[in-house]
């Protein structure tokens, strides 16, 4: 399947789980489901997020880890696997495999700190500028000289 093709399919799998969006990351693209980050493309396959409650129904499936190679290495993240080959048939059959996904990026999201400082939004009231004290006229070069002169 080809990579624009694999993009599209994948965000039809997951149609019925809520509002997909496509963005392109690291050669690849990110997908998100009601704007929570589920899931990514990348080397031709689907990759859905887990964690540690989830991982291991993904392993038992046959799943593979994402791997990807850096200074000649490769490097594991084990925080997306991929879907069994036969979830990647229908919704229906993609359906308890991304309901996973989406639980482990809630627990994730969860699990960060809040911040406790915003910047303000810019519909917000400004704070009220201090006043600018006025200065007073003072005389300017020669039009003022032929004023005086009388």
């Known amino acids: 399947m080809a990579y624009e ?7 039809e799998l997951l149609a019925p ?8 990351m690291f050669g690849g693209h990110g997908i998100y489901v009601d704007d929570l980050f589920i899931a990514l493309i990348a080397f031709d396959q689907l ?4 964690d540690d409650q989830t ?5 038992g499936a046959g799943g593979e880890p994402f791997v990807y190679e850096a ?21 229906a059959l993609m359906q308890p495999w991304a309901r996973l996904a ?6 994730a999201r969860a699990s960060k700190p809040s911040s ?3 910047k303000p939004k ?8 201090k006043p600018r004290k006025a200065k007073a006229a003072a005389p300017r070069g020669k039009a003022s000289a032929r004023g005086s002169r009388g």
């Open 17 to 24: 789980l809520g509002a997909v969006k496509l963005r392109r």
């Open 71 to 91: 200074s000649g290495k490769p490097v594991t993240v084990s925080a997306y696997w991929t879907v069994p080959a036969e979830a990647m048939e229908s919704p």
């Open 102 to 107: 989406i639980a482990a990026a809630l627990r």
């Open 122 to 129: 810019a519909t917000e009231a400004a704070p009220a500028a």
């Open 47 to 50: 990759f859905l997020k887990t």
């Open 116 to 118: 406790t400082r915003r």
């Open 55 to 59: 991982r291991a129904q993904f392993e």
């Open 5 to 11: 093709e694999l993009a599209a399919h994948s965000a």
